[in-house]
């Protein structure tokens, strides 16, 4: 039995490291075989969410518990932090992992890898996507090479911003450059499924993963959907709603009383959430996102966008001070361009926000501009593997080949 522990604290590291798991436990049972082995198996523990566990993946604690953001939250959560950490580190430090792998969240997971790394100085420590340290805090690149022995990068251009510290780095791609896309033949299908007039457009409304992002958002998105509701009377709006934030943003949009049709991860499961998410993005004429990964999202179904991002003022004062980029947008970050309307800060106003979406509804060339630069994005973010998680499954694997052997 070899023993296997991933640590994650976010919806798309939940997303990412089922994934992974499944993948390793395929070309990990191909080597066996080729080796005659007999009782060799992986057992995975530590943080994830329900499709990690869907894996096969034992969950010593949940993702909910870490998914903060802000400078308050993260410190009214500071005691239940360090307890988790304390905790983890004590849990790896009997069971004796073969192997960790840690998957974005890089604060919480540095700061864990760190205790980690006082209790066992030789476990091989993997993180999975690249932290921005092209972005800001540079610094981390540094720090990692101390902790680390692999970072996996989900971006072509991240690699020499950790070699240039002698700690080694591999492109993988990124996982959405894989993801299939629902067929032009399918949208009549998925408009009876949503209780969709065939003749409305759709907007699909993100206001983000985190309770803080919704609490500091949420009310521009409800403001532009009002006002936009009274001057186009034939736009469907569409929140998804992952399990993870459920029980915060219900109760809202329930009282709510402009029409918003919602797309709930706790009424259907994952598997059958994804699949419609994935859909919804397809058919939507545009979508209103939050800054973030859903971006790269967005671009895989070809959906033009508007994004924004609004947190408490502390932490938009910390980030000012560290982050070197104007751009949050992924598409804009990736292309050295400005592409996607940004909408950041004291520029998240509602009035702004609404001329914008106004003229991408209203402007097909705007889209198509859009959209070309969607389908070089998504060219420069694959590799040749079938499966994204195949080569990032591979590397790990090389970790524990020895033993297999």
């Known amino acids: 039995m070899y023993k296997i522990l991933i640590i994650t604290g976010e919806p798309s590291g939940d997303n990412l490291g089922s994934k992974l798991i499944k993948e390793m436990k395929i070309q990990f049972d191909e080597e066996v075989d080729q080796k005659n082995s007999q009782n060799k198996k992986l057992l995975f523990q530590g943080i994830g969410g329900p499709k990690m566990q869907n894996e096969g993946f034992v969950c010593l604690y949940k993702i909910e518990e870490l998914s903060i953001m802000g400078f308050f939250d993260v410190f009214k959560s500071l005691r239940k932090i360090y307890s988790i950490i304390f905790a983890i580190s004590n849990y790896t430090k009997a ?75 591999d492109f993988v791609g990124h996982p959405i450059s894989k993801v299939s896309i629902p067929l032009d033949s399918e949208r009549e299908n998925f408009f009876k499924t949503m209780e969709i007039d065939n003749s409305n457009k759709i907007v699909t409304i993100l206001p983000g993963s985190r309770k803080s992002e919704i609490k500091s958002l949420l009310p521009i998105y409800l403001k532009l959907i009002e006002n936009l509701s009274i001057q186009f009377n034939n736009i469907s709006f569409v929140i998804p709603i992952p399990e993870n934030i459920s029980n915060y943003m219900r109760p809202t949009l329930n009282d709510y009383k402009t029409r918003v049709k919602i797309l709930s991860e706790s009424k259907m499961g994952v598997d059958k959430f994804d699949s419609l998410k994935f859909s919804l993005f397809k058919f939507s004429t545009l979508a209103i996102n939050t800054s973030g990964s859903v971006s790269l999202e967005l671009a895989r179904t070809g959906t033009p966008m508007v994004s924004i991002y609004k947190c408490g003022w502390l932490f938009e004062k910390i980030i000012k001070s560290f982050v070197k980029l104007k751009s949050a947008n992924l598409i804009n970050i990736i292309l050295k361009k400005k592409v996607i309307p940004e909408f950041l800060f004291e520029k998240c106003k509602v009035s702004a926000i609404e001329s914008s979406v106004k003229d991408l509804l209203s402007n097909p060339s705007l889209q198509k501009e859009q959209k070309v630069a969607f389908d070089k994005v998504i060219k420069l973010i694959s590799t040749d593997e079938s499966k994204q998680s195949e080569k990032a499954a591979k590397i790990s694997i090389q970790y524990l080949k020895e033993e297999i052997l």
């Open 95 to 169: 069971w004796k992992p073969d192997l960790i792998i840690t998957i974005d969240s890089p604060d919480f997971c540095f700061r864990l890898v760190n205790k980690i790394r006082k209790i066992d100085k030789f476990v091989p420590i993997i993180h999975y996507v690249a932290p921005s340290v092209w972005a800001w805090r540079p610094k981390r690149a540094k720090q990692m090479s101390l902790l680390y022995d692999k970072v996996l990068a989900l971006l072509p251009f991240e690699k020499p911003y950790f070699e240039k510290y002698g700690l080694s780095c």
